[in-house]
Structures are given as C-alpha cells and as structure tokens.
C-alpha cells in the first residue's frame, strides 16, 4: 500500500483518505512453432484497476524501464491503459513509474514486477493458448486530498472513498470531457481480459471460507483419529522388554 500526500497549496480534506485499488502485473504467452532462441515469448506488462476501470482519472503517464538489451529501454505510455507489448526470450525486472495528474499529487510512485516467461512447473509442456500469469495487488492511497480531487473520483468507479460529515459542502464535479478517453483506457474488453485475474472483494472472501472450510475438515480427521488412538490399548514399556 502507497500513502501519498496531495498538492498543499490547496484546501483539503482533514483526515480524509482516498484509495484506488490496482493491479500490475505481466501475461506472457509461448510462441510455439513460431519461437526461436532469441525470440520465444510476446509478453504485455500493465498497471490496472481492479476491476479493469480506468485509471486515467488520476495517473497521467506511466514509464516502463525494461532490460537495457532492448531498443529504447525506457517506454513512456501517454495515456490509458497503461501498458506495453514485446517479444522476447529471458526474463528480467520491470521498473514502472506512475506520473499524476498536476492537481492530484506532485510525486511519483515506483513499481516493480518480475518478468515471468515459463510456468512454475519447468518441466511441464508449454502451452501457446494459456499464457503465464503473474499479477500484484495494491493500493494507491491519497491522505487528505484537495477537495476539487474528492469531488472529482467520489463517483468513479475504481475510487474508493469515505462518506464525508454532514454539512460539508464540496464543489460539484466538473464536466467530464474526457469520454472518449475514458473509453479508451477502460479495460473491461481489453483483448486480455479473459486472463486476468479477479482480486474482488467477494471473490477473496469465498476463498477465506473455502479455506476455513478445508482447515475445519483437517481438525476434524485430525480429531477422529486422535479419538481412535485413544481407544487403542497400551503398551507398557515392559512389552517392549525395558
């Protein structure tokens, strides 16, 4: 989790948070017949919403360092979604930086993620229909934002913020001119949405249950079968012949 503090030349929200759940992570798939030694995998690194909003809204450009053995290293993405795709044979760390909007923050935030081209099992077939899948959860969270950035996410989708007191009274937001843009960086059709994977919090409570569930079940065999050694005659240590 990432605390930022926002721009202090503005009025802000005293003891207030906002936090924009992400997901950043890379999809790599095998080329098969087509790969060479130096040219096995095509690979996409991206910075997401959880749920595959937008998260135009308050990043303005990411910065994706790669390994200095390829051309240009350093990729600047201008806008969403925030990604890029390569081709490659080895595996390496992926530094990204995320640039904000001026009236959201002044600094920037660090990322980094480790290339994963082969499964986890090296031994096993590759597979050019089922990619390898390496995704990190996090949240960016703004302390005491300025009022004109609450009014601005408090409706938006990958925003999560608090109910403010009663009586404080916020600039309405202004109008969202950027519908086209925000269609654009939106990755719910994103051609591999289908490979994501689901970070919602429904999603982990059903297997926090699951979990207990199984760990209920192993106290129970666990128990059944202490019962049975309870039951069971013992031996003195002269039938052992001590």
Request: proline share 7%; aromatic share 10%; with cysteine.
């Amino acid at each position: 989790m990432h605390f930022l503090n926002v721009l202090t030349q503005t009025r802000r929200l005293k003891d207030v948070e906002i936090s924009f759940p992400i997901v950043y992570g890379t999809i790599a798939f095998w080329l098969g017949k087509k790969a060479s030694e130096y040219n096995s995998h095509k690979w996409t690194v991206y910075v997401r919403g959880t749920t595959n909003e937008d998260l135009g809204v308050i990043v303005k450009r990411a910065v994706f360092q790669l390994h200095p053995s390829f051309n240009n290293p350093t990729r600047v993405v201008e806008s969403a979604p925030f990604e890029l795709s390569e081709s490659g044979w080895g595996e390496f760390e992926i530094a990204i930086r995320l640039f904000f909007h001026s009236d959201v923050c002044d600094k920037q935030l660090d990322l980094y993620h480790q290339l994963k081209l082969f499964p986890e099992d090296e031994n096993g077939p590759q597979s050019t229909k089922k990619p390898v899948v390496v995704e990190m959860y996090d949240e960016i969270v703004f302390f005491e934002p300025t009022e004109a950035l609450f009014a601005r996410v408090q409706n938006h989708p990958a925003a999560i913020v608090p109910r403010l007191p009663s009586g404080l009274n916020l600039p309405p937001p202004g109008p969202f001119n950027r519908v086209n843009e925000m269609k654009r960086g939106d990755t719910k059709d994103h051609p591999l949405s289908q490979w994501f994977m689901n970070f919602s919090e429904a999603d982990e409570l059903l297997k926090l249950a699951a979990a207990r569930q199984h760990v209920q079940g192993h106290i129970g065999k666990l128990r059944r079968q202490l019962s049975m050694i309870d039951g069971l005659p013992h031996l003195s240590k002269a039938a052992y012949g001590q």
